[in-house]
């Protein structure tokens, strides 16, 4: 017996249904497949640092900094005997290690013996830091500056109780050099190493400038990739990657799968992935925040260093060191490039003393670290940035917080990372913690504007 037409037409329907269903788990299950990844590959990595660089509690960690999305269903588990991290989530799964000197470094497409056959270079430490004064050493001066010190005790106390919104770490302010407050949440102290997320960038600004000083460095010639050299991208210079207008494709959301998430979290070779991105707009003519070109700088300039010891002590010896960062962790990827877009860890103090190194034109205790001219250069617009950008420096020449002064430029860092110079008022700012988009920003405009009137 023959179905009826009505029959035919139900079973068709479903047929339509299932295939649909099936495609659609399959697609899901694909899409699912290309974030794990991700979903593992942050909280393994941010735990691997937060444990044994910064010497966090796995627990706390979890409870503020991971709990999120996704990553707050992740299985962690820390090992404390070879310092890694392996995270889980359905099938999919990630490792970080932590080594001495490099910190810690998500394994993709490695091999873990050959990573920790790698070791840092040993550097002799130029002095204690804490047998001496500020601003190279820990010894604070004991006066004070401030006219009225209690005014800027209630914005200390205001930020570390969340009265700015957000969730302050740790808290210091710089008046003429001097600190003049300086705040912590119990779990932590001046010892701290703390993630700078993209402050980092800014860092990558110094080393180009020591570059530039010695020589091996001209930000206005081409980069010179041999990758480049077949198309436009030949003429992207090192001024356009500091400004951030080299023109490159891009994306640079956090809120899924991305360039920049799979650049941190599914590669080896971050500035090989970023330099292979083709060309979207004309060199110099359009600006986008991109975490992939300041990685290509890092590259850029291990290779002009030539030698990998000499690159690894270049920041450490003549940056960090010098200016008192005797702790700080410049992280590198599993290639070996340090990750300039993102993985600084290092003290509030640490900080303030670059802040203080760009207030002061690029000397420190009376050494010249940065040439002359490079916070001129620094500090100027680039040229498709409506005044709100600089080279590797936040700017608010554009005015985007309208209660700071115009001349103030700063370093900035996700999840609410701050280093602010504010020349016109002799002051450094710093504020690290989690403040995460949307709900918890802190109202950044608002506490640098009070810190301002609390020193006047």
Known sequence: MKNSPAKRIIKGILKTVLVILVLGLAFGAYYINSLLPIITGYPAKYLCSAVFVSGREQAEVEALDLNFSFIKYVKNEVNLNDSSVTSCF????????????????????????????????????????????????????????????????????KIMNGGYNGHAFAFMVLHKGIPVTEAYQPQFDAKTRFLSWSMAKSFTNALAGMMVK??????????????????????????????????????????????????????????????????????????????????????????????DDEYYRFAKTRLFDKMGMTTAIFEADASGTQVGSSYIYATVRDYARFGLLYLNDGILNGERILPEGWVDYTTTPASDSEGGYGSLFWLNKGGNLPSVPADMYSCNGHDGQQIYIVPSKDLVVVVLGYSPKPDRVMDFNKLIGDVVSAVE
Not at 113 to 128: G, I, R, S
């Open 214 to 307: 010695e020589g091996k460095l001209d930000i206005n010639q081409p980069a010179g990739l041999p990758e480049w050299q077949a198309d436009d991208r030949k003429n992207i210079t090192f001024n356009h990657l500091l400004q951030m207008q080299s023109g490159l494709k891009w994306n640079e959301d956090y809120g899924n799968r991305s360039d920049v998430t799979v650049m941190l979290y599914c590669e080896s070779d971050f500035a090989k992935f970023a330099y292979a991105q083709p060309l979207e707009s004309q060199p110099g003519t359009k600006w986008y925040y991109s975490s992939g070109t300041v990685n290509i700088l890092n590259y850029l300039m291990r290779q002009k260093l030539g030698n």
């Open 90 to 157: 359905l099938w999919g799964k990630s490792k970080a290690i932590y080594r001495s000197g490099f910190g810690a470094t998500l394994l993709r497409d490695v091999d873990e013996a050959a990573l920790k056959a790698t070791k840092f270079p040993e550097v002799e430490p130029l002095f204690n830091s804490d047998t001496i004064a500020w601003p190279l050493g820990n010894i604070l001066p004991d006066t004070t500056i401030l006219s009225d010190p209690s005014k800027l005790a209630g914005v200390t106390e």
